[in-house]
């Protein structure tokens, strides 16, 4: 017979429809806003090349993150399988790479839903002070149970995806191919698409935090949960990066002044809105008011990835869960207000995306050299970590010729991505390099004081 808290424990765990809704959680700020820093770099219709560049990319990453989150059910995050097949440095160096990149968001969508709100009331003056607000309102829902967060999560989606909705409505009157081609910003140079690949990675940045869920996912039918998830919240993404950039670019008559206000800021939807119709239109009101649901959605899923990266971390130094929630929330505030208050929107895209773009890297390298560690030692598991009654898939599960595809793409883009951000912001790849060698001195420290 089954127990109360078992029933409990079981129903609390995640399925594909609590999967889809954190996955597009995770990412719906990028819709809401930093596209548009991109067409600024490159102009509407030539930053769809970075765009399509940042949907392969994305695309072979969610399905070598799915093959590795099956043959590694226990895996507490995509540093785990960096660590399982690189060694205790490589996976500590990706757990902190995974923690900026959700670390250095959460400012970045707080900031943005201060200046949606600074829309509204027509007063700038506090947008800093919001920003760190909503920060410290989710820090303070973080500590409690990730049951009571996914629930929230899963209505804030709703939300977005209805803000989205209505942002597409009210634009397709006044959408014309002329407006969609008219605009004479368009740069197709190397360069012009270099700058842009970044706030093109932008756009999707984030789904990977799923991977941050997989141990809390339904044991039946685990894999089925697993890809149905991240498969949802890839095309349903991906289906709205795509309307909304359409939609934009033909639903603006272009000029030289309203391409200097769509391009420089920070709140791109509602302002391109107020060209289309009246600014003070209760259709632009309304769907600014709503449009903060999309910036919380993703604000909240963000500092929750941030706060449990964080909880990775210091699991060493604070073994009772409820302290270490709390001492992480606080480090998530704390780190967040300051570059709230001292960096700019942009910078803060780029070192987030710099963080990911390095998991993104070492997780497909991870898959490789699995795979070929597999064939030599079919024992191979993740040590130290807990079993559940989960069905553990073998590599040999997946279709070899279609895996070994997707990873190569996703090596190679990756890669490409890297060099892009290192050439673009070579001293936060000093910074990076830095961390790294910090880490190797503290993890020969910690050794020798074993």
């Known amino acids: 017979m089954t127990s109360n808290s078992e029933k409990s424990s079981a129903s609390s765990k995640l399925g594909y429809f609590s999967l889809w809704a ?20 490159t102009g509407p219709i030539a930053f769809f090349i970075p765009v399509v560049f940042a949907f392969l990319l994305y695309y072979s990453l969610v399905q070598t993150l799915i093959e590795l989150a099956c043959v590694y059910p226990e895996a507490a995050g995509p540093h785990v399988y ?12 990706i ?34 002070w919001i920003a760190t607000g909503f920060i410290l309102f989710f820090c303070i829902v973080n500590i409690f149970d990730i049951e009571v967060g996914t629930k929230f999560i899963i209505v804030l989606c709703f939300l977005a995806i209805l803000e989205l909705s209505l942002y597409s409505s009210s634009v397709v009157s006044a959408f014309s191919i002329s ?44 894999r089925k949960h697993l890809t149905l998830g991240y498969q949802l919240a890839f095309w349903t993404l991906v289906f709205l990066a795509i309307l909304i950039l359409i939609l934009a670019a033909g639903g603006i008559t272009w000029n030289a ?30 769907f600014t008011f709503i449009g903060l649901f999309g910036l919380i959605a993703s604000l909240h899923a963000i500092t929750l ?36 208050w001292t960096s700019q929107t942009a910078l803060l895209i780029e070192l987030s995306i710099f963080g990911a773009v390095c998991m993104h890297f070492a997780v497909s390298l991870s898959l490789v050299k699995s795979r070929h560690l597999k064939k030599h030692n079919p024992a191979l ?4 970590e807990s079993t ?54 503290w993890l020969r420290f910690k050794t020798r004081m074993l």
């Not at 960096?82 to 160096?93: A, E, I, M």
């Not at 970044?198 to 809390?216: C, D, K, N, R, Y």
């Not at 598991?381 to 130290?384: A, H």
């Open 388 to 441: 559940r009654n989960i069905m553990q898939y073998k590599h040999h599960d997946f279709h070899p010729t279609r895996s070994a595809i997707f990873v190569w793409i996703s090596v190679i883009l990756s890669f490409f991505a890297l060099m892009i951000l290192t050439y673009l912001h070579p001293f936060v790849g000093i910074s990076f390099i830095l961390i790294g060698l910090l880490l190797m001195c």
């Open 257 to 286: 002044e309203n391409w200097a206000i769509i391009s420089q800021d920070n709140h791109p939807m509602p302002a391109s809105l107020g060209l289309i119709l009246d600014k003070k239109s209760i259709v632009v009101q309304l």
């Open 179 to 222: 407006n969609l081609i008219s605009n004479t910003n368009n740069r197709y140079d190397f360069l012009s698409m270099i700058e842009a690949t970044p706030f093109a990675i932008w756009m999707l940045l984030g789904i990977e935090g799923i991977s941050l869920m997989t141990h809390t996912i339904q044991e039946k039918d685990f």
């Open 305 to 340: 990835a941030a706060t449990n990266q964080i909880a990775y971390l210091l699991h060493p130094f604070l073994q009772q869960k409820k302290q270490l929630r709390i001492v992480a929330s606080i480090l998530v505030l704390l780190i967040s207000s300051v570059t709230i």
């Open 381 to 384: 598991s993740l040590e130290g």
């Open 95 to 128: 757990a902190w790479a995974i923690l900026f990149e959700f670390l250095f968001a959460s400012p970045a969508i707080a900031a943005s839903l201060g200046e949606y709100i600074s829309f509204l009331n027509g007063n700038s003056e506090y947008v800093n």
């Open 82 to 93: 960096v660590r399982s097949t690189f060694g205790k440095f490589w996976g500590t160096f």
């Open 22 to 41: 954190i996955g597009v959680s995770l990412v719906i700020s990028g819709e809401s806003f930093g596209w548009n820093i991109g067409w600024a770099k």
